[in-house]
Nanobody, 115 residues
Framework: QVQLVESGGGLVQPGGSLRLSCAAS????????MGWYRQAPGKERELVAS???????DYVDSVKGRFTISRDNAKNTVSLQMNSLKPEDTAVYYC?????????WGKGTLVTVSS
């Protein structure tokens, strides 16, 4: 059974930074795309950032210039560096991978941006 485990969430003040990490329980995700979604209370889940197997990245407009997604295929991890955080970034953040190796979700990690 494949597991994606997120870490790095927590409480941060506006303007602060957090780094989320997602580790896969097994290898063979090198050819999969990976991404970070988030879901705020009362809102639909949205794709925040994605990275292809070739490391091409894409971001939702609201986080461009503030968030950076990266991956380390040797360690089967994907990370999301979040800078200049705003209260509207508060949400549960989920890691997802999709492609030939299958589609898998993590259970999520809570990010709260508040003073």
């Amino acid at each position: 059974q494949v597991q994606l485990v997120e870490s790095g969430g927590g409480l941060v003040q506006p303007g602060g930074s957090l780094r989320l990490s997602c580790a896969a329980s097994r290898s063979s995700f090198s050819f999969n795309d990976m991404g970070w979604y988030r879901q705020a209370p009362g809102k639909e889940r949205e794709l925040v950032a994605s990275i292809t197997s070739g490391s091409r990245t894409d971001y939702v407009d609201s986080v461009k210039g503030r968030f950076t997604i990266s991956r380390d295929n040797a360690k089967n991890t994907v990370s999301l560096q979040m800078n200049s955080l705003k209260p509207e970034d508060t949400a549960v953040y989920y890691c997802k991978t999709w492609g030939l190796a299958g589609i898998y979700w993590g259970k999520g990690t809570l990010v709260t941006v508040s003073s």
